[in-house]
């Protein structure tokens, strides 16, 4: 069976490249090169409450698109609180 036959996404299903291959559209979330910069100059200049995480602007590298050196707390508080900020303020 195929998926094509089961659900009923068109953006999900593979496209057809002519040359007899198929390839898997990008989702509708992937950031695009200027985007993804956007982000890491948000993230470079974040202020947080004293307390709240570290300095985020020294975990990131803008020119590789890099996060390092975070504990575990600060990728928490990036993945659930600021992340979801992120993709709105880039989004709109």
């Known amino acids: 069976m195929d998926l094509k036959e089961i659900y009923n996404r068109k953006s999900l299903e593979l496209r057809d490249a002519g040359n007899g291959k198929f390839f898997k559209p990008k989702a509708p979330f992937t950031l695009t090169l200027e985007q993804r910069?956007?982000?890491?100059?948000?993230?470079?200049?974040?202020?947080?409450?004293?307390?709240?995480?570290?300095?985020?602007?020294?975990?990131?590298?803008?020119?590789?698109?890099?996060?390092?050196?975070?504990?575990?707390?600060?990728?928490?508080?990036?993945?659930?609180?600021?992340l979801p900020t992120t993709f709105s303020y880039v989004l709109d």
């Open 37 to 82: 910069r956007s982000v890491y100059e948000w993230v470079k200049s974040l202020r947080v409450p004293d307390g709240y995480s570290s300095n985020l602007s020294r975990c990131i590298d803008v020119r590789t698109g890099r996060l390092f050196g975070m504990k575990s707390h600060d990728y928490h508080i990036f993945i659930q609180c600021l």
